[in-house]
């Protein structure tokens, strides 16, 4: 894997379709066994599942281990990665799945907003308008079964705003090889949440142990297909493509947890979808 490579966006959407799917399911287990586990246990139990996967293929390619460039980078985003992915399982179980999707879509302003703070890049006129539509839209969809959402909403919010920097910390690593990213993310993983795990650490109920490992496995798989939908596909491309987790996050909020979207979610998540998609297919081009 090279960081010259040619971009091949239809290898890239399928790459990304297989990541919603498989990330959808996860969160779905996550969701119905949440509120009886702490959220470092299922994240712990997770990547320690994880890595018991990466083990054959981390010793096939244990060469590329020798030389790995970045190490700094790498361990920001674990550390990045830790965080979103904690405060992730925690808010899901407490809001509905179409809500957490949709403030999710607000990934893209906030990066842009980063950028423009850390790197200094200029924000135009339409940019800044897309941020304060989708803020409209947030404040709309916020709680569309009119109940108070509470610390869920809070948590969620703290884990988007970390995903977005494990984001650009993960296109900076773009050269690096997919089982050394997949790798240090696993390890970090467990070594991050071991603690807190063993701390609040709650028993496993038999019937509860089969849907616990299937968290670990969809999420391990999806991370590749994640990191083989960047590698392959243009990220404008890949964002717009990835509003298809709304419609599937709202599918199976329906049927499997009943969680009826209103009018006033509707109309606040378009909100947030057009503005996210303002800025990934006007994307200004390089002269």
Known sequence: MTADAPRD???????????????????????ALGIGYPAAQIVFLRAGIGLVLLLPWI???????????????????????????????????????ALFTTMNFTRPLIVMLMAALLLRERITGGQW???????VGVMIAIDPAGTT???????LAFAIFTGCAAIIVTRRLRSTPTVVLM???????????????????????????????????FAQAAQACFLRAHF?????????????????????????????????????????????ASLTLKRPTPG
């Open 232 to 276: 392959n596909g243009d990220a404008g491309v890949l964002s717009v493509l990835g509003y298809m987790s709304l419609p599937l996050s709202m599918a199976a909020g329906y049927f499997a947890f009943d969680e009826e979207p209103t009018l006033r979610f509707l109309i606040g998540a378009a909100l947030v979808v057009l503005a996210a």
């Open 149 to 155: 959402l509470g610390i869920g909403l809070g948590v």
């Open 59 to 97: 010793y096939r390619e244990r060469h590329v281990f020798k030389d790995i460039p970045d190490l700094r980078l790498q361990m920001v985003r674990v550390g990045l990665s830790a965080a979103t992915l904690t405060a992730s399982y925690f808010a899901i179980s407490r809001v509905p799945l």
């Open 9 to 31: 966006n239809v290898k890239g959407g399928a790459w990304l379709f297989a990541d919603m799917a498989l990330n959808i399911w996860a969160l779905g287990i996550v969701k």
């Open 183 to 217: 790798a240090f993310y696993t390890v970090g993983l467990s070594l991050c949440t071991l603690p807190f795990a063993l701390w609040a650490w709650e028993p496993i109920r038999p019937n509860h142990l089969l849907p616990l490992l299937a968290i670990g496995v």
């Open 129 to 135: 308008a897309a941020a304060a539509l989708a803020m």
